[in-house]
């Protein structure tokens, strides 16, 4: 953070403070937590949608509801609701009583404006799903008339999606899409069962003609095999086929131990849900084909599963994905079921990031590379000692490009409200001669909007540059983006950082009663801040805007 003149010419918140005081008054508890249950698109799961929604037809709460799922890991009260989409919207309350998955229906309110398909998300906690309603036009509210394509042999244009198991219960990937004619608009519900296993929808159509319905899959298949499941809609039928394998035979690798090998990918962290990136590879040995479907324990509000379908063979890898979000830090410890053979696996939980913009806790440590050279890099640390300095205190950064050769002042810092501070020898550090001018400026506002501005105090000297000049600057600090997320690609690999706020540095001189900016001659700067992990970027670019030299981060670790 230091600023010299000579290196560089050388080189919804009204939103969320609502629901906290509605969450206060109204239910007198401890907030629940969790995750809304989603696919990898982020809808919703389940997508269910109850009711008939006509245009200008007012809704009726106890009818036209939308359910979700809930991974619970903190019992509490809860508000869970939609945004306002075409003149209504959805919402529930209520007390969460048990952890894991947990079923909520949320009622409707409002009158709809027109008819159409309607894209609601879903918030609670700090997770967020969609999912989509269809709205009649007026007067349309009654049963479509339709027929299946196809009727009555095989269903024209039918795909079966996931695996099939004797034994192993469908789940949200498991899905028929059939074709149907439509001739009047309206309400529809299909239904069929068949050896164990359920494919139903309903919803509305709004046109007529040719449409595709996807049909969700329930219950368990009894029967191996090619099963050929017929499907009736007034007075057509056709069929499609699902195929049922029997369920994989073999033993898990390292079982009963530890899972050999056993390979996490993803980053574990209190507080954040699990994505598709949260990831454990296992070995299976197959004797028998046929589809696995390996679930583990839910540890500490998480847990992983995995199915599909596998050859016979030694060694097969499998991954398993995680899902819910980590309540404990810590190694968290997991076992798997593979038919009767077990075994298990640990999974390291970080603590929960900090909200600052700039850590400043102690042992917390960053490492840069400079200018994209592996062997070129800066590492900093924050130390135990503090600084105090005009009634204020300061947490002290070291830094060293040659940890062999020891550390040098990083500078001292501290935060108030969403405010970051350095105190500074700012005459020394930009090249004055002497004596000394310690000064605090503000380097950094994370609650202020893009666009905001902001300026140092003027600080007078002479430069040192010959031939002696006097001069009077002060920095000027602009906020370029916010919450955006930034990647870097180092020689340790690439990284995606989320909620990065940039700011820009100016020099201004004040020349002839106003302050001039030097951008153009001096050039300027670019600092990345990363919530929770600091500064990740910093560039320095001249009056062109051309970068002349870069930091980027290549490892970190806050405490």
């Not at 296992?282 to 390996?294: K, L």
């Not at 951008?519 to 805007?545: C, F, N, P, Q, V």
């Amino acid at each position: 953070m230091k600023k010299n003149i000579i290196y560089w010419v050388a080189l919804s918140l009204l939103f969320v403070t609502g629901c906290q005081k509605e969450l206060s008054f109204e239910l007198g508890n401890t907030p629940g937590k969790g995750s809304l249950k989603s696919d990898i698109s982020g809808d919703c799961l389940p997508k269910t949608v109850n009711g008939t929604y006509e245009a200008t037809k007012p809704l009726v709460p106890a009818t036209n509801t939308i359910s979700v799922d809930v991974n619970v890991t903190s019992t509490g009260t809860y508000i869970i609701s939609t945004d306002t989409v075409n003149g209504y919207y959805f919402r529930a309350t209520g007390t969460f009583t048990a952890l894991g998955v947990n079923t909520v229906t949320l009622r409707a309110s409002g009158t709809p404006f027109a008819a159409g398909i309607n894209n609601f998300v879903v918030s609670f906690d700090t997770s967020f799903c969609d999912i989509q309603v269809t709205v009649l036009p007026a007067g349309a509210g009654g049963p479509a008339v339709f027929a299946l394509t196809g009727a009555p042999g095989s269903c024209t244009g039918a795909v079966v999606n996931g695996t099939y198991a004797t034994g192993v219960a469908l789940g949200a990937s498991n899905t028929a899409s059939i074709s149907v004619n439509v001739t009047t608009i309206g309400t529809y519900s299909i239904t069929t069962t068949f050896q164990g296993m359920t494919f139903a929808a309903s919803g509305a159509f709004l046109a007529t003609g040719p449409q595709t319905v996807t049909l969700s899959g329930s219950g368990t298949p009894s029967t191996t095999g090619l099963n050929t499941i017929p499907i009736t809609v007034g007075s057509s039928t056709c069929s499609f086929p699902v195929t049922v394998s029997g369920p994989a035979i073999g033993t898990l690798g390292g079982g009963p131990g530890t899972c050999t090998p056993a390979t996490p990918a993803g980053i574990y962290r209190v507080g954040d849900p699990l994505t598709a990136g949260n990831t454990v590879q296992i070995q299976i040995s197959v004797t028998a084909a046929g589809v696995y479907n390996i679930t583990s324990n839910s540890v500490t509000g998480f847990s992983f599963a995995g199915t599909g379908t596998v050859a016979a063979g030694p060694n097969q890898p499998i991954t398993l994905t995680g899902t819910g979000t980590p309540t404990t830090a810590g190694v968290q410890n997991f076992t798997v079921t593979f038919g009767t053979s077990t075994c298990s696996f640990s999974i390291t939980v970080l603590p929960p990031l900090s909200t600052d913009y700039f850590p400043r806790t102690t042992n917390s440590n960053w490492s840069y590379e400079i200018d994209d050279d592996p062997v070129d890099s800066l590492y900093r640390t924050v130390i135990a000692p503090t600084l105090s300095a005009i009634g204020n205190t300061y947490n002290i950064l070291m830094e060293t490009i040659d940890i062999t050769g020891g550390f040098d002042s990083s500078g001292y810092y501290r935060k108030s409200g969403g405010d970051y501070f350095e105190w500074i020898d700012i005459a020394g550090s930009i090249g004055f001669d002497p004596p000394a001018q310690w000064t605090e400026y503000t380097f950094l506002k994370d609650n202020v909007a893009v666009g905001t501005s902001w300026t140092s105090n003027g600080i007078t000297g002479t430069i040192t540059i010959p031939p002696p000049t006097p001069l009077t600057i002060r920095f000027k600090y602009s906020i370029l983006q916010k919450d955006v997320p930034v990647t870097l690609t180092t020689s340790t690999g690439t990284a995606t950082y989320n909620n990065v706020i940039v700011v820009k540095e100016e020099y201004e001189s004040f020349t002839g009663g106003i302050w001039v900016p030097l951008t153009t001659s001096l050039g300027y700067s670019k600092s990345y801040y990363a919530r929770g992990i600091g500064l990740i970027k910093y560039e320095i670019l001249d009056g062109t805007g051309s970068v002349i030299t870069q930091l980027e981060l290549r490892r970190s670790q806050v405490f």
